[in-house]
Nanobody, 125 residues
Framework: QVQLVESGGGAVQTGGSLTLSCAASGGTFLRYGMGWFRQAPGKEREFVAGTRWTGGYTYSANYGDSVKGRFTISRDNANTVSLQMNSLKPEDTAVYYC????????????????WGPGTQLTVSA
């Protein structure tokens, strides 16, 4: 059974930094896309950043427009992905979800992707 576990959420002030990590288990994730979504209260879940397998042990990165230039995603190995978040803003406050997508879609939009339970990030002004 596929399981994703996020860690690293918390509370920071505007302009601060934080790193989220996600570890996947219960499968072989080398060819999966993995990355992050977020959902703020009253809003739809949105794509934040993803890694797409490009062959061998290499991955390419893709970012949502709202985080480009501030967030950096890293595929540390086949089963783990990290999200370095810098210059945080109050509008980044949300529950952040790790996702693993067997379709390896660039924006992790495959219908059968697995989700982690989520980790809260709160950015105060």
């Amino acid at each position: 059974q596929v399981q994703l576990v996020e860690s690293g959420g918390g509370a920071v002030q505007t302009g601060g930094s934080l790193t989220l990590s996600c570890a996947a288990s219960g499968g072989t994730f080398l060819r999966y896309g993995m990355g992050w979504f977020r959902q703020a209260p009253g809003k739809e879940r949105e794509f934040v950043a993803g890694t797409r397998w490009t062959g061998g042990y290499t991955y390419s990165a893709n970012y949502g427009d709202s985080v480009k230039g501030r967030f950096t995603i890293s595929r540390d190995n086949a089963n783990t992905v990290s999200l370095q978040m810098n210059s945080l803003k109050p509008e980044d406050t949300a529950v952040y979800y790790c996702a693993a997508d067997p379709s390896n879609d660039y924006s992790l939009s495959g219908p059968t992707k697995a989700w982690g339970p989520g980790t809260q990030l709160t950015v105060s002004a």
